[in-house]
């Protein structure tokens, strides 16, 4: 059985019985800041563990998933060009940090267009409309797409007309580019932030027109300042009526701390 958990924000763990993947680990909301995340202290330490990483903006990265490569037997990195010099002092053999570094074969640095395969996964980057990379994941039958922060951040209240066009025609340059090669997804993580105001939901809506997606995940709405606020940003993203394609699709809001979906595996 195939297994994704939502840990916060934009932090999933997708896991099966062959392999564990993390995407996006900023933070565990369970756990003290100096405490291991709860998927890392139970999980199984000679299973293989991919953690994947779109960018380094601080709600996204943490340099403490280097911290785990002591704990494993079979460990990789994949992760964007800015994460890569924004980490330097922990990757570099020469640097004078002595925190754990992990061995450099373990590290996968990624731009967009480029790709790492093994004999268990396949990782693929994309663009993104902030830094970074979006990816597609393919695994045992499984095919699973993390946005970063690939959306169509339109600040509608904040921009004009030029600009707002300007902003949808470059993210659906990038939508293009992954729909030549992809037309179907099993799992998608995806932004659906509030934050930004009225047609907050524009991203998501055009993503589901133009991929056939079996179960969308929204994503990206824990970044509230007052617990009010962080409800309302839940809710937000739940309403599921303004950008779910009505005709394909199963929208899966996840919102709790390791609440979890499990899908079939693919015989």
């Given at each position: 059985m195939n297994k994704l958990t939502y840990i916060w924000h934009d932090c999933f763990v997708f896991e099966n019985d062959k392999l564990m993947i993390i995407f996006d680990y900023w933070k565990d909301p369970l756990t003290s800041a100096d405490s291991l995340p709860l998927f890392i202290e139970y999980a199984d330490k000679n299973k293989p563990i991919y953690v994947i990483v779109s960018h380094h903006h601080k709600d996204h990265y943490s340099k403490r998933i280097f911290e785990w490569c002591k704990l494993f037997n079979d460990i990789k990195y994949i992760i964007s060009k800015d994460i890569a010099k924004y980490s330097r002092h922990i990757l570099s053999d020469k640097s004078i940090y002595k925190g754990p570094k992990p061995n450099k074969d373990s590290v996968i640095i990624l731009s967009a267009g480029e790709r790492y395969i093994d004999k268990r996964i396949t990782i693929e980057a994309y663009g993104s409309?902030?830094?970074?990379?979006?990816?597609?994941?393919?695994?045992?039958?499984?095919?699973?797409?993390?946005?970063?922060?690939?959306?169509?951040?339109?600040?509608?209240?904040?921009?004009?007309?030029?600009?707002?066009?300007?902003?949808?025609?470059?993210?659906?340059?990038?939508?293009?580019?992954?729909?030549?090669?992809?037309?179907?997804?099993?799992?998608?993580?995806?932004?659906?932030?509030?934050?930004?105001?009225?047609?907050?939901?524009?991203?998501?809506?055009?993503?589901?027109?133009y991929f056939d997606v079996r179960h969308f995940f929204p994503m990206h709405f824990g970044l509230g300042d007052t617990p009010r606020q962080q409800l309302k940003y839940q809710l937000d993203a739940t309403k599921t009526e303004y950008y779910a394609n009505p005709t394909r699709g199963e929208y899966i809001c996840l919102q709790s701390p390791y609440s979890t979906f499990l899908y079939p595996e693919i015989i």
């Open positions: 409309t902030d830094i970074g990379n979006s990816y597609v994941v393919m695994s045992k039958g499984m095919k699973l797409f993390h946005a970063g922060d690939l959306n169509a951040w339109i600040w509608k209240e904040q921009s004009t007309e030029e600009e707002i066009d300007k902003s949808i025609n470059n993210y659906i340059s990038i939508l293009l580019q992954i729909k030549s090669i992809h037309i179907d997804f099993d799992i998608v993580m995806f932004p659906v932030d509030s934050r930004i105001g009225s047609d907050y939901y524009i991203g998501a809506k055009i993503f589901l027109q």
